[in-house]
């Protein structure tokens, strides 16, 4: 019987806190706890910290995870929440994914200050983006906008956009849904012409590998339909030795007992793509994602990957 709270990890960031407390909220339900028997651990990460570079810059998605990983690894933890887009594909030993909540919205948003569609932007705008993947899909789209770094937590990308600095910026709009801003959005962009980051839209909990007593808590919340396509999304992604450094879009769809994905990686300069669309059993969610990697890269050369560098 379990008698001291749970103890949930997580960013302190208004769009971490929502994803945490939705944990939570869901675990208080399936299993039903009351509200004492967790408690909301909130640490700063290093990405959390430096917001003047590109994660490129500064070392990787992995500055989101670090210090709540160290804690989970030493047991100060019984699990951690985090957006599923900002994981690596390789966690530290002894650490897995266990379980995600039923996936949001996967699609990118504008938020359009001079015009509310990219295509309609003037000539030469600036737009704001802190994703290599959404820099490159701008400049395919619109190779005369002018686009520039742009991080923070959403209120602060969008007080800037109305101070000026740019015309437009894009944010996932999962992540305007789960914070109630919605009305700021000017446009929405479909996913088969401008795809979204792999695992976008989706609650990733991690905990520790063999530690029976959080899988079964966890067990009750996972979604088995976001479990595949992300894990499909990540092999993609790991195939390609995917980071913030390159720019990598795809996503899975489950179809009964079926999955479908496509995925697709392109230069920075928006100039250069190599497209996939494969399908599939559920049940090789995994390995699917990594054929469809292995073949993009292998079509790809070993030049496409060095101009990234």
Known sequence: MQTKPFRIGTRGSPLAL????????RLMAAHRLPEEMFEIVVLTTTGDRITDRSLAEIGGKGLFTQELEEKLALGELDFAVHSAKDMPTVLPEGL???A?????????AVVGRTAPKLID??????????????QALIRR???DINVITFRGLVDTRLRKLAEGQVDATLLALAGLKRLGKVDVLTDILDPDTFPPAPAQGAIAIESRIGDERIDNLLAAINDPATFD????ERAFLGALDGSCRTPIGGYAICEGDQIKFSGLIIT???????AISIDGNRRDAAALGTRAGQDVRARAGTTFFDDWS
């Open 18 to 25: 929502a994803q945490a407390h939705e944990a939570r909220d």
């Open 96 to 98: 897995y994914l266990s």
């Open 100 to 108: 995600y909540l039923p996936r949001e919205d996967i699609r990118d």
């Open 121 to 134: 932007l003037p000539h030469g705008a600036t737009v704001g983006s802190s994703s290599l993947r959404r």
């Open 141 to 143: 789209m619109r190779p």
């Open 229 to 232: 396509a992300v894990s499909c």
């Open 268 to 274: 920075p300069d928006g100039r250069h793509q190599h």
